[in-house]
């Protein structure tokens, strides 16, 4: 359901007489539901054709018997209840905001018909059709069927009744006339028009199943004389189905004021859903349909999926923080693996690196991910994530990229390196952490020494670290004194892995040092020879020796990087087949 068409049934009853008083023909057109309601709201053709610009829509929505009662797999002949219809109108009223038109069949007898009235033009509905035949009416395009139709002073009283409960003065009741499709002839089809309009109908509908619109065509004119003489204007509406190559220019030039559509939707629909289930039942499978079937996500986006996706992003109770990974770089040493790809893209057992990190944020609830690309970046794939381009990687480091989406910073962030993979618990525990920035950090060369085979980023804690069997503290303790690539490796205390969270403060803090850096600041600076080279640990040893705390969340093993052939070859040892 989408909240977008939302309207009050005081604002969208009127809305049809409103157009027919501007002297406006009415485009409408079938739906059968939630879904088909919302298509008929929303589709609309732009641009230019036979020289003209063209901006079209339908003006209204026909809530059509026929293909309410197929939908439910009935045949149309008053079998479905009203109160069944009146789900479907209900269904149909909650996702648009353009005026319906109800098909009310026979009404029932006048009792019933007022009870219809009533209920329709409380919950909005702009008119109902009511058709001269007797209840339980048959559908009026199948030939060879027995049309029986109701005496016109019957007829004429229960729009008589109708009109006496209605509230407003917006509510239109329509009569529409059998008797072309009875076999009668335009004669009584205008009799009994001339009664229909003397008992207050607000338009009068003509019905044919003739493939020509030339009975349609006299009924229009001798009407038009008819009224002219009775000294009033009492739209006329067409429901084109069989004489279908009549255009409504010309049925506008006739003088009719609505013209429905009314079974299109339905008709397309059953179309389609038949060719598919034959063509998986063909091949077994269900690639060969993906060509005739809307993408899932349109769906998605049509009935308000992703609005309530994004609207999650923003909710009180939501830990969905956006996740930024800067994967701009072209990496020097695996060229041969990567064959012209980014890192991000290189396969670990079955799956590549970036999928493998969008299925552990995921399962931390995590899905507004932004990746930065640079390098290649039209090689870079992967679902449920957004793109963002550094055109200018070549130039920068790391950081330039990540700052690169600072819009996405605003609320707190976490940023992740695109060559790590990581177990989830790491990324539970870091969401958890209450400071306003925590990066996370491995303890193992504690216990092994440091690594000299590969560049680390080191980080030397506050405190000193003590390698006691037991400690206790109540007071957090795990803030960041050094950090970088070039920090001693013996007084260095753990290894940065390349991923922190900050939080909204946190993430001001980080931008507000980073504009003083990049705007007062010129050549060398932290570890960086160049301002312009400046690194994310860079940066975070500046704030650092500003006074921000940052913290770490110490973790011991469950995480790799993908730095060399070796560093492949583990993960491929690790990660399970996918
Ligand atoms: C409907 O759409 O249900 C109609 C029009 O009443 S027709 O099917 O042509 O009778
Ligand atoms: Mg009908």
Request: glycine share 6%; with cysteine; aromatic share 6%.
């Amino acid at each position: 359901m989408t909240l977008l068409n939302n309207i009050l049934p005081e604002a969208r009853r009127g809305k049809l007489r409103a157009l027919l008083d501007k002297g406006e023909t009415v485009r409408v057109l079938e739906a059968h539901n939630g879904l088909s309601g919302i298509i008929v709201n929303n589709a609309r053709v732009e641009g230019r054709s036979d020289e003209l610009s063209i901006h079209r829509e339908f003006d209204a929505i026909w809530e059509s018997s026929l293909t309410d009662s197929a939908s439910k797999g009935h045949p149309d002949i008053e079998v479905i209840s009203f109160d069944s219809r009146l789900q479907s109108i209900n269904e149909i009223l909650a996702v648009t905001h353009k005026p319906i038109i109800v098909d009310g069949d026979t009404g029932g007898d006048s009792n019933n018909f007022e009870y219809m009235v009533t209920k329709l033009e409380r919950a909005g509905i702009s008119a109902v059709i009511v058709e001269d035949k007797v209840f339980p009416k048959r559908n009026s395009l199948e030939p060879g069927v027995q049309q029986t139709l109701e005496e016109p002073e019957i007829f004429g009283q229960k729009i008589q009744r109708g009109k006496s409960v209605q509230i407003s003065t917006e509510f239109m009741i329509i009569a529409r006339l059998e008797s072309l499709i009875a076999g009668k002839s335009i004669d009584d089809a205008l009799d009994r028009a001339q009664i229909y309009i003397q008992s207050g109908a607000d338009g009068i509908m003509i019905h044919s199943k003739e493939k020509s619109p030339s009975q349609i065509m006299e009924f229009a004119e001798r009407y038009q004389e008819m009224t002219l003489k009775m000294g009033c204007d009492i739209p006329m509406v067409c429901v084109p189905t069989t004489y279908n190559t009549i255009t409504e220019n010309e049925l506008r030039a006739a003088g009719f004021r609505i013209i429905i559509y009314a079974n299109h939707l339905l008709r397309s629909a059953n179309k389609a859903m038949e060719e598919v289930a034959r063509t998986i039942l063909l091949n077994q499978r269900s690639f060969e349909v993906d060509p005739i079937c809307s993408p899932v996500r349109e769906i998605f986006k049509t009935v308000g999926f992703l609005d309530v996706k994004e609207k999650d992003k923003f909710d009180i109770n939501n830990k969905n923080i956006p996740v930024i990974i800067p994967a701009a770089g072209e990496d020097p040493v695996l060229k041969t693996e990567l064959n012209g790809k980014p890192k991000s893209m290189l396969k670990i057992a079955g799956k590549t690196i970036l999928d493998w990190q969008i299925n552990t944020l995921n399962n931390n609830n995590l899905t507004d991910i932004t990746v930065v690309t640079g390098y290649a970046s039209k090689e870079m794939k992967a679902e449920g994530i957004t793109l963002r381009e550094n055109k200018n990687y070549k130039k920068g480091s790391e950081l330039n990229s990540l700052i690169d989406a600072q819009e996405k910073m605003k609320s707190g962030f976490i940023m992740l390196y695109s060559d790590i993979l990581l177990e989830e618990q790491i990324l539970a525990k870091l969401i958890t952490c209450k400071e306003d920035i925590v990066l996370v950090v491995d303890n193992t060369m504690q216990y092994h020494g440091p690594e000299i085979s590969r560049v680390q980023d080191l980080i030397t804690s506050k405190n000193k670290h003590q390698l006691t069997r037991r400690k206790i503290s109540f007071v957090c303790e795990n803030i960041i004194s050094k950090i970088g690539s070039k920090l001693n490796p013996e007084t260095a205390t753990h290894e940065f892995i390349g991923l922190g969270k900050f939080t909204k403060t946190g993430a001001e803090q980080f931008l507000q040092t980073y504009e003083d850096c990049a705007k007062n600041y010129q050549g060398k600076f932290q570890e960086a020879k160049d301002i312009s080279k400046l690194k994310f640990t860079d940066l975070i040893q500046e704030m650092i020796d500003r006074g921000y705390a940052v913290h770490f969340l110490e973790i011991h093993k469950g995480w790799l990087e993908i730095h060399s052939k070796e560093d492949i070859k583990l993960a491929n040892h690790f990660l399970p087949n996918s």
